[in-house]
């Protein structure tokens, strides 16, 4: 006993011998200008928090004017000043709240925010690497995405407001800076441009550091079948990104020289109180084409991520392998292939040849097949299992009946000929917010409850955590199921006054404010609980400790970040970093509850492959 | 306890899946992006082109030809750089470094001609659509070659500042981190270069 402790400690000094070449850390190097992954998921999963509180209230805001569209607020007027006079906000304002919702939602928070923080966190910790393929890029990416919301930020407190021409950006609204045409086509759209270009700079340098440090820098023993889905689902999410975004940085490009340069990409004859500008040539569709080119794998980009942390925590906590992990992997890359040839069915009533609108709802309704697929295996891998009703294992369940309930109206839009009647209508609203907002929005909660004791040694609190969980779940539904009844209702209207058969919706769409109302407050509860947590949080239990350093467990999980100790090392091991001798879903098999990925098979025993 | 590797010690445990160092894959991803940038102009232009009542055609000045050579040029001279660095031959390395600065700046001055003989016919860049894809693709380009030629003054500056320095060269043969990113660098150059030569066949092609 004794000469073994000395041989490991002599170990440890070797491995420790160089110390002197350590500088120590610094505050600003630690907390600031880190170049450690597990910060860096840390600084992006604040400051999407932050994004996600700012969406949030963006969307409580206009819903007051969509609930009680007659009722003044005088409250508002305090502290919006002119973009509320008399408690009322105003038309401009309600259009640059919808957009700015949609942007820092879509991009900030359910992209930047979600793959950001978990890829940074699980990448080096499971795949078993020290770190990032290049940790400085990886901290350039953080500081892109920092930027980009600084600019987007800063467009709120311009004088002509930020960005009111929709998420999606289309000219030609966007395509003139006149803002007597509208408001926040003026400096605040070119802040929209800028903003979004730092963010696409800041997803490619983060996705080809995931990519190459995916395929590269594995551990002993962990080949791509031994990968967890989490890493799978984020890899495949960097290639999306990669591949796409690209498109939206030409279109953005096109669309600012339009604006500044008075070229003609996307803008033609157009009259101006009556004054036809010197603009020929162009097409509004080239912008839709290279708009969703992005739009629609982005989707993905949003979905696949929360899909690998779902599948990930349901093996956990029902104790049970994932079901069918390889069908899982090849759906994930059908829906990679799939996601880059359906995007014009964002635009069936662009005047698209319908011929062509018949392959691009072919190729639509096929993306059904893998997602059903993953559906099953879901529910496959959580039956008969020894279900933990833990937070972070219901908010995984949600994800699974949200995805379902959300699919079923793609499937139902994706067909040309019914969509020219629910396009832009609030069936759409409906169909994208369940399916994508809120699914992805479970899957990063999921995520952050299972591995909140990864980045800070400490758990969230589970009675806060239930609540969060019950008022968002069905607070959810009771938001956008109704949508699905307000049957042509066309979704980005100031007020429907003016159209007296939308009358009827007037309850509805109270109650939906109400309970978007309830929700946000719940999503409260969630931020408080995290932040408490991590200074008040109950600690993660101490297993056992080598070397000084103490190692724990607390989900009994198989992969490899729990190897690493409690502490977060920068290196992430003290020593060498564990070899990997098994896949990652060794749950309740040969007797034992759960077998970590590190432990050599028994002689005689079959592994899973 | 804070220890902090360095990024070499952290690189240094890579495992050799695919042969290939991260960092070389990370950029090979990254070409694979530049890629879908220029795919998207360039397909925004046949979009554009096939809507014929929009599309005013013109012969593409023959400057972008020469440019066309410059560019190869770099190439070439870039390439011999790496090969001469590997044989430890500094001297060499950094004459051929400087022309190929001097090649890609001679392009960039090469597309700036292009484009004042196009506003010579009156092509500006408001004209007509087809002019300004031109311009807009052009620019885009330029922009990558100007980012690799502030890249390659860094080497040269580097190179020639230290060229008394034995010890410096030294490192040069014994620092696989230094060839790595010398390495990096060419990859790039090869690749924007290909990239001008297939832009050059496309433009070729299509404005006639
Ligand atoms: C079975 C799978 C799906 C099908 C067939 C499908 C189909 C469609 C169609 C046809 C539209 C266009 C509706 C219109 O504007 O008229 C649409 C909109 C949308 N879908 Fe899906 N979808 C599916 C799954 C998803 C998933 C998984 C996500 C996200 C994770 C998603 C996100 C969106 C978004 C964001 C929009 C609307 C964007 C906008 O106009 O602002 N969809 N979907
Ligand atoms: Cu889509």
Redesign the pocket.
């Given at each position: 006993m004794e000469t073994a402790t000395a041989a490991h400690t002599d170990h440890h000094a070797d491995v420790h011998g160089h110390e002197e070449h350590h500088h120590e850390e610094t505050f600003l190097t630690k907390y600031i200008f880190s170049q450690d992954h597990k910060m860096i998921s840390k600084q992006f999963l604040i400051t999407g928090i932050f994004w996600g509180i700012v969406g949030g209230l963006l969307s409580v805001l206009f819903r007051l004017q969509l609930g009680w569209p007659n009722e003044t607020f005088p409250f508002l007027e305090s502290f919006l000043g002119k973009w509320a006079e008399g408690g009322k906000i105003s038309q401009e304002f309600y259009y640059a709240l919808v957009t700015m919702h949609?942007t820092i939602l879509?991009f900030f928070v359910l992209t930047g925010g979600l793959s950001g923080t978990f890829a940074n966190l699980l990448i080096p910790y499971q795949v078993g690497s020290r770190d990032m393929a290049s940790p400085f890029i990886n901290m350039l990416s953080y500081w892109f995405f920092l930027g980009a919301g600084v600019v987007m930020f800063f467009s709120f407190f311009i004088q002509t407001g930020p960005a009111s021409g929709?998420?999606?950006a289309y000219p030609p609204i966007n395509g003139l800076r006149d803002t007597a045409v509208n408001l926040g086509s003026g400096l605040g759209f070119d802040l929209w441009i800028l903003g979004m270009t730092l963010f696409i700079v800041s997803a490619l340098l983060g996705g080809l550091n995931y990519i190459a440090t995916v395929l590269n820098m594995r551990t002993k023993g962990m080949n791509m079948f031994r990968l967890p889905l989490t890493i799978w689902a984020l890899m495949f999410t960097a290639v999306i990104g990669v591949l796409s975004f690209p498109a939206l940085l030409a279109g953005c490009v096109l669309l600012e020289f339009d604006r500044l340069l008075d070229t003609s990409f996307y803008l033609n004859n157009i009259i101006i109180n009556g004054n036809l500008l010197g603009y020929k040539g162009g097409s509004p569709i080239l912008f839709q084409h290279l708009f969703w080119f992005l739009?629609?794998p982005?989707?993905?980009i949003?979905?696949l991520p929360a899909m690998g942390l779902v599948s990930e925590v349901l093996s956990t906590h029902s104790r049970k392998p994932v079901f069918g992990y390889k069908a899982m992997v090849f759906s994930i890359l059908a829906i990679l292939v799939l996601s880059f040839i359906?995007w014009a069915?964002?635009m069936?009533?662009t005047g698209l040849n319908p011929n062509l609108g018949a392959i691009f709802t072919l190729f639509?309704?096929l993306?059904?097949i893998p997602?059903a697929i993953k559906v099953f295996n879901w529910i496959g891998t959580v039956w008969r299992g020894k279900v933990r009703l833990s937070t972070a294992n219901l908010f995984a369940i949600g994800f699974v009946s949200m995805?379902i309930s959300?699919?079923?109206?793609?499937?139902?839009?994706?067909?040309?000929a019914i969509?020219i009647q629910?396009?832009?209508?609030m069936?759409?609203?409906a169909?994208?917010h369940i399916?994508?907002?809120v699914?992805?929005f479970f899957g990063m909660f999921a995520g952050v409850y299972n591995w909140f004791p990864r980045l800070y040694g400490r758990y969230m609190n589970e009675t806060l955590g239930l609540i969060h969980f019950y008022v968002t779940l069905i607070g959810a539904y009771a938001i956008f199921f109704p949508m699905h009844f307000m049957t042509g209702l066309p979704?980005r209207y100031y007020t429907y006054a003016n159209f007296e058969t939308f009358n009827n919706f007037n309850f509805l769409a109270e109650f939906i404010s109400i309970a978007a109302i309830i929700v946000f407050l719940g999503q409260v509860l969630f931020v408080i609980n995290f932040f408490y947590s991590i200074f008040k949080g109950r600690r993660v239990e101490v297993e056992k400790t080598v070397d000084g350093y103490d190692y724990g467990n607390p989900w009994g999980t198989t992969t490899l970040e729990w190897s690493s100790p409690i502490e977060r090392l920068h290196g992430n091991w003290p020593g060498d970093i564990p070899a990997v001798h098994r896949w990652p879903y060794d749950y309740s098999v040969n007797g034992r509850e759960y077998i970590p990925q590190t432990e050599a098979l028994k002689p005689g025993e079959v592994p899973h492959e | 306890m804070n220890v902090t590797l360095t990024e070499k010690e952290i690189l240094q445990e890579k495992t050799e899946y695919t042969g290939v160092h991260p960092q070389k894959f990370a950029l090979w991803i990254a070409m694979a992006s530049m890629t879908m940038f220029f795919a998207a102009l360039t397909s925004a232009l046949l979009v554009k082109k096939g809507d014929y009542r929009s599309w005013e055609g013109f012969t593409l000045p023959t400057v972008f030809l020469f440019s066309t050579f410059a560019v190869i040029g770099v190439s070439v001279c870039i390439h011999a750089a790496l090969l001469s660095y590997r044989k430890s031959k500094f001297a060499q390395f950094r004459w051929l470094m400087f022309f190929s600065f001097l090649l890609g700046c001679l392009f960039l001055m090469l597309q700036l001609k292009g484009w004042s003989v196009l506003q010579a016919v009156g092509m500006t860049l408001t004209e007509n659509l087809s002019g300004s894809f031109l311009y807009v693709i052009t620019a885009a380009h330029g922009v990558h070659i100007a980012v690799g030629l502030l890249v390659m003054l860094v080497f040269i500056v580097n190179a020639f500042k230290n060229r008394k320095d034995p010890i410096y060269e030294l490192r040069d043969i014994i620092n696989p981190k230094r060839q790595l990113h010398l390495e990096l660098l060419v990859s790039f150059w090869h690749y924007i270069d290909a990239v001008w030569v297939y832009l050059y066949i496309f433009f070729f092609l299509n404005y006639r």
């Open positions: 949609g879509v929709g998420w999606t739009g629609h982005e989707v993905y949003i979905i359906v069915h964002h069936f009533v639509t309704l993306i059904a997602s995805f959300g699919g079923l109206t793609g499937i139902i839009l994706g067909n040309s969509d629910l396009h832009d209508t069936f759409v609203v169909h994208f399916v994508m907002g699914s992805a979704r | -």
